[in-house]
């Protein structure tokens, strides 16, 4: 449910250029070059990260059930 959370998020955030911020500023820290798929696949990861969290904590279960 996070991943889908984030990846809207994401979506959202493109709408007001946030990708090309976003991947501008990994560029200068990381010196690394990224494309929009690296932006979407960063908020997935993230996303990816909470479920897991949630689901280790027993707190998924939970959240589906209600």
Known sequence: MMI???LLT???LSWFSF???FI?????LFNKDIT???YYF????IGAIGDLILFFNGEY???LLS
Not at 24 to 28: G, M, N, S
């Open 19 to 21: 990708e090309k911020l």
């Open 4 to 6: 889908i959370l984030f």
């Open 36 to 38: 929009k798929a690296s």
């Open 10 to 12: 994401a979506w959202v």
């Open 24 to 28: 501008q500023a990994f560029k200068e």
């Open 42 to 45: 960063i908020f997935f990861c």
């Open 61 to 63: 279960v939970d959240r």
